[in-house]
C-alpha cells in the first residue's frame, strides 16, 4: 500500500556533512507529518526532526543548528540536511510518515527501512 524509501546515508568524517531523503509512494491520501528518527547500537529510538503539514518543524536540542528538515508536498518528500556532524550522530535513521490511505479516514504512521549513518572521529 505504501512504501518509504530512505537514501543518502553513508560515512562521513566529524564535521562533515550528509544529506538524506525519503519518499513516501503508494495509495496516499495525505500526508500531515513527516520526519526522522535515529537509533544508535544499546540505545532507544529518539526523535530527529519532524515537520507538520509542510511547515512547522520540530528539532531535537541534540540537533538543532546543525540539521535542517525541509519537505516537498509535491513529490510526497521529506529531507534532512546534516551539517557540522559528530561521531554521536551515528545511528541508523528512520523515516517516518503519519498519513491517510485514500479512500480511508484514519491516519496511520508508517516508517521507512533505516539508513545508516556513521561519522568518523
Known amino acids: 500500500q505504501v512504501q518509504l524509501v530512505e537514501s543518502g546515508g553513508g560515512l562521513v568524517q566529524a564535521g562533515g556533512s550528509l544529506r538524506l531523503s525519503c519518499a513516501a509512494s503508494?495509495?496516499?491520501?495525505?500526508?500531515?507529518?513527516m520526519g526522522w528518527y535515529r537509533q544508535a547500537p544499546g540505545k532507544q529510538r529518539e526523535l530527529v526532526a519532524t515537520i507538520t503539514s509542510g511547515i512547522s518543524t520540530n528539532y531535537a536540542d541534540s540537533v538543532k543548528g546543525r540539521f535542517t528538515i525541509s519537505g516537498d508536498n509535491a513529490k510526497n518528500t521529506v529531507y534532512l540536511q546534516m551539517n557540522s556532524l559528530k561521531p554521536e550522530d551515528t545511528a541508523v535513521y528512520y523515516c517516518?510518515?503519519?498519513?491517510?490511505?485514500?479512500?480511508?479516514?484514519?491516519?496511520?504512521?508508517?516508517w521507512g527501512q533505516g539508513t545508516q549513518v556513521t561519522v568518523s572521529s
Open positions: 517516518y510518515a503519519r498519513l491517510r490511505i485514500r479512500f480511508t479516514s484514519n491516519f496511520v504512521d508508517y
Open positions: 503508494g495509495s496516499i491520501g495525505s500526508i500531515s507529518a
